[in-house]
Protein backbone atom coordinates (compact mmCIF):
# COMPACT_ATOMS: atom_id res chain seq x y z
CA UNK A 1 0.00 0.00 0.00
CA UNK A 2 1.51 3.57 -1.44
CA UNK A 3 0.54 5.67 1.62
CA UNK A 4 2.56 8.95 0.60
CA UNK A 5 4.69 10.64 -2.17
CA UNK A 6 7.43 13.43 -2.21
CA UNK A 7 9.37 14.61 -5.09
CA UNK A 8 12.22 11.76 -4.85
CA UNK A 9 10.57 9.51 -2.35
CA UNK A 10 7.86 6.66 -2.22
CA UNK A 11 6.04 5.67 1.54
CA UNK A 12 4.70 2.39 1.59
CA UNK A 13 4.18 -1.08 3.44
CA UNK A 14 7.30 -2.95 4.05
CA UNK A 15 6.91 -5.58 1.31
CA UNK A 16 9.10 -8.94 1.15
CA UNK A 17 11.50 -7.42 -1.52
CA UNK A 18 12.91 -4.94 1.48
CA UNK A 19 13.93 -7.51 3.78
CA UNK A 20 17.77 -8.25 2.42
CA UNK A 21 18.08 -4.06 2.33
CA UNK A 22 16.28 -3.56 5.65
CA UNK A 23 18.97 -6.40 7.37
CA UNK A 24 21.49 -4.66 5.64
CA UNK A 25 20.74 -0.80 7.10
CA UNK A 26 20.14 -2.71 10.83
CA UNK A 27 23.33 -4.57 10.98
CA UNK A 28 25.70 -1.88 9.59
CA UNK A 29 26.98 -0.74 13.01
CA UNK A 30 27.64 2.88 11.09
CA UNK A 31 23.86 3.39 10.82
CA UNK A 32 22.84 1.74 14.33
CA UNK A 33 25.43 4.00 16.39
CA UNK A 34 22.94 6.28 17.03
CA UNK A 35 19.97 4.18 17.17
CA UNK A 36 20.99 1.86 20.45
CA UNK A 37 24.46 1.78 19.62
CA UNK A 38 25.01 -1.53 17.90
CA UNK A 39 24.33 -3.21 15.10
CA UNK A 40 21.88 -5.95 15.11
CA UNK A 41 22.69 -9.19 14.71
CA UNK A 42 21.30 -11.31 11.72
CA UNK A 43 18.87 -13.65 13.29
CA UNK A 44 17.17 -10.43 15.72
CA UNK A 45 17.00 -7.80 12.13
CA UNK A 46 15.41 -11.14 9.94
CA UNK A 47 12.77 -11.53 13.49
CA UNK A 48 12.45 -8.15 13.53
CA UNK A 49 11.73 -7.38 9.78
CA UNK A 50 9.24 -10.62 9.36
CA UNK A 51 7.23 -10.13 12.65
CA UNK A 52 7.16 -6.29 13.20
CA UNK A 53 7.68 -4.49 9.97
CA UNK A 54 6.79 -6.85 6.95
CA UNK A 55 2.98 -6.00 5.56
CA UNK A 56 3.26 -2.64 7.72
CA UNK A 57 2.11 -0.26 8.39
CA UNK A 58 -1.39 -0.20 7.05
CA UNK A 59 -2.29 2.94 8.71
CA UNK A 60 -1.18 6.42 9.24
CA UNK A 61 1.08 5.30 12.19
CA UNK A 62 4.04 3.12 11.64
CA UNK A 63 8.14 3.72 10.04
CA UNK A 64 6.95 3.27 6.31
CA UNK A 65 9.05 2.09 3.87
CA UNK A 66 10.81 4.39 1.98
CA UNK A 67 11.68 3.90 -1.23
CA UNK A 68 14.46 5.87 -3.76
CA UNK A 69 12.10 5.99 -6.76
CA UNK A 70 14.70 6.88 -9.49
CA UNK A 71 16.19 3.40 -7.82
CA UNK A 72 13.40 1.62 -7.11
CA UNK A 73 15.34 1.03 -3.31
CA UNK A 74 15.04 0.12 -0.19
CA UNK A 75 16.29 3.04 1.50
CA UNK A 76 15.28 3.08 5.32
CA UNK A 77 11.86 3.47 7.34
CA UNK A 78 10.27 7.19 8.29
CA UNK A 79 6.89 7.94 10.01
CA UNK A 80 5.38 9.48 12.80
CA UNK A 81 4.29 7.29 15.77
CA UNK A 82 0.90 8.27 18.45
CA UNK A 83 2.20 10.18 21.41
CA UNK A 84 1.38 9.78 24.96
CA UNK A 85 -1.89 11.99 24.36
CA UNK A 86 -4.05 12.47 20.87
CA UNK A 87 -2.50 15.91 20.39
CA UNK A 88 0.58 14.99 20.09
CA UNK A 89 2.99 12.85 17.96
CA UNK A 90 6.44 11.19 17.51
CA UNK A 91 8.64 11.21 14.31
CA UNK A 92 11.21 8.96 13.13
CA UNK A 93 13.79 7.72 10.50
CA UNK A 94 16.23 5.63 9.81
CA UNK A 95 18.34 5.91 6.17
CA UNK A 96 21.11 3.39 4.67
CA UNK A 97 24.55 4.62 4.79
CA UNK A 98 24.51 4.96 0.88
CA UNK A 99 21.41 7.74 1.18
CA UNK A 100 23.22 9.79 3.84
CA UNK A 101 23.86 13.29 2.84
CA UNK A 102 21.68 13.39 0.13
CA UNK A 103 18.99 15.44 1.50
CA UNK A 104 16.45 12.51 1.71
CA UNK A 105 16.32 12.53 5.76
CA UNK A 106 15.28 16.13 5.11
CA UNK A 107 12.77 15.46 2.72
CA UNK A 108 11.44 12.51 4.45
CA UNK A 109 11.08 14.92 7.56
CA UNK A 110 9.42 17.44 6.36
CA UNK A 111 6.64 15.26 4.57
CA UNK A 112 5.72 13.11 7.68
CA UNK A 113 6.11 17.08 9.30
CA UNK A 114 3.24 17.90 7.41
CA UNK A 115 1.10 14.60 7.72
CA UNK A 116 1.20 15.41 12.00
CA UNK A 117 -0.05 18.84 11.45
CA UNK A 118 -2.12 18.75 8.18
CA UNK A 119 -3.86 15.25 8.42
CA UNK A 120 -3.45 14.44 11.98
CA UNK A 121 -4.23 17.98 13.60
CA UNK A 122 -1.00 17.27 15.88
CA UNK A 123 -0.39 20.61 18.15
CA UNK A 124 2.75 19.08 19.29
CA UNK A 125 5.45 16.55 16.98
CA UNK A 126 8.38 15.37 19.37
CA UNK A 127 11.38 13.59 18.19
CA UNK A 128 14.75 12.32 20.03
CA UNK A 129 18.39 12.41 19.00
CA UNK A 130 21.05 10.54 19.96
CA UNK A 131 23.81 13.29 21.54
CA UNK A 132 26.72 13.17 19.00
CA UNK A 133 23.79 12.50 16.13
CA UNK A 134 24.88 16.24 14.40
CA UNK A 135 23.28 15.45 11.47
CA UNK A 136 19.68 14.96 13.05
CA UNK A 137 20.13 17.69 15.16
CA UNK A 138 20.12 20.09 11.83
CA UNK A 139 17.47 18.20 10.21
CA UNK A 140 15.47 18.90 13.21
CA UNK A 141 16.39 22.69 13.78
CA UNK A 142 16.04 23.50 10.07
CA UNK A 143 12.42 22.48 10.46
CA UNK A 144 12.21 24.64 13.85
CA UNK A 145 12.19 21.87 16.35
CA UNK A 146 13.54 23.32 19.62
CA UNK A 147 15.35 21.47 22.31
CA UNK A 148 13.41 20.47 25.29
CA UNK A 149 15.48 18.25 26.91
CA UNK A 150 17.74 15.38 27.69
CA UNK A 151 17.96 11.74 29.28
CA UNK A 152 20.63 9.47 29.88
CA UNK A 153 20.11 5.93 29.61
CA UNK A 154 21.53 4.40 32.67
CA UNK A 155 24.04 1.90 31.87
CA UNK A 156 24.30 2.75 28.55
CA UNK A 157 26.38 5.67 28.03
CA UNK A 158 23.69 7.20 26.07
CA UNK A 159 22.34 10.37 26.49
CA UNK A 160 18.82 11.01 24.62
CA UNK A 161 17.97 14.49 23.17
CA UNK A 162 14.57 15.63 23.66
CA UNK A 163 13.03 18.06 20.52
CA UNK A 164 9.36 19.05 20.17
CA UNK A 165 7.91 21.59 17.12
CA UNK A 166 4.74 22.78 18.22
CA UNK A 167 1.75 23.50 15.24
CA UNK A 168 1.99 27.23 15.70
CA UNK A 169 5.66 27.36 15.62
CA UNK A 170 5.82 25.37 12.10
CA UNK A 171 2.37 27.07 10.68
CA UNK A 172 4.24 30.82 11.26
CA UNK A 173 7.44 29.13 9.17
CA UNK A 174 5.01 27.70 6.27
CA UNK A 175 3.79 31.28 5.44
Not at 50 to 55: A, C, D, I, V
Not at 69 to 75: H, L, P, Q, T
Not at 118 to 126: M, P
Not at 161 to 175: I, Q, S
Request: hydrophobic residues 40%.
Amino acid sequence: MIFLETERLLFRTHEPQDEADFIAMHTDSEVRRYMGGQAWPLEKAQFRFRNEYLGRPTKIFGLWATILKEEAAYIGSCGIRAGKNETETNLGYILARPYWRRGLASEAAKAFIEVAFTRLGSARLLADVEKGNDASEHILQKFGFKYVSQEEIPGRGRILLFYELLKAEWEKRAT
